[in-house]
């Protein structure tokens, strides 16, 4: 015996019901790990991680300071660092580190001194969480964004230091103003 939905609102409902059931399987699948977007082991020699990544054709180190219990941080891992085009952009271009602003494990930092996370924190202004750092040769500060970005800001801070847009005095806020929407698609396009 067939039921059927005498009220149009009902069947609306329902049928709205499905096609968002359906629509949930892919998204789910375009979803990455973000434990796996810090590629490197974050503890050792940061100067000597800097210079392989440069060696080996990278155009330098992503560092992401967080801090436990930050809302804004657990915000960015769980909807920038799931996104398979942030992990395959990056990874390509930049090795990326994560360093706890209030942790006590001691590594060598960009500049070779032996310092704690939370120095290292100190060291370079990241008392807000998230911060995100880009390092460059000689462990010069190429561009930095405080806050949880959405994924097109956090790829056009990828894309600013690829394109070398730095190098001319660029503001980054500008740039990434300008760059707009569109960006996943040019990533993909011109830098994958």
């Not at 704690?116 to 100190?122: G, L, N």
């Not at 500060?141 to 056009?156: D, G, K, Q």
Request: charged residues 25%.
């Amino acid at each position: 015996m067939r039921m059927r939905c005498t009220r149009p609102w009902k069947r609306f409902l329902a049928l709205a019901f499905a096609a968002l059931l359906m629509g949930a399987g892919p998204a789910q699948a375009e979803r990455a790990d973000p434990e796996n977007f810090y590629n490197i082991v974050a503890f050792g020699d940061f100067q000597r991680n800097l210079k392989d990544a440069l060696a080996s054709g990278k155009k330098g180190m992503l560092v992401y300071f967080f801090q436990d219990q930050c809302p804004f941080c657990n915000k960015m891992e769980q909807e920038v660092f799931t996104r398979p085009i942030v992990h395959e952009f990056f990874h390509k271009y930049f090795d990326v580190y994560k360093v706890n602003i209030k942790g006590n494990k001691n590594f060598v930092d960009v500049d070779g001194d032996s310092v704690s996370q939370m120095k290292f924190a100190v060291q370079n202004r990241a008392r807000a969480t998230p911060t995100l750092i880009i390092f460059g040769k000689g462990g010069e500060e190429l561009v930095r964004f405080i806050t949880n970005p959405s994924v097109e800001e956090f790829l056009a801070m990828g894309k600013f230091v690829v394109e070398g847009a730095y190098k001319d005095g660029t503001d980054f806020f500008n740039y990434k103003r300008e760059t707009g929407s569109g960006i996943e698609q040019e990533v993909r396009q011109e830098y994958l």
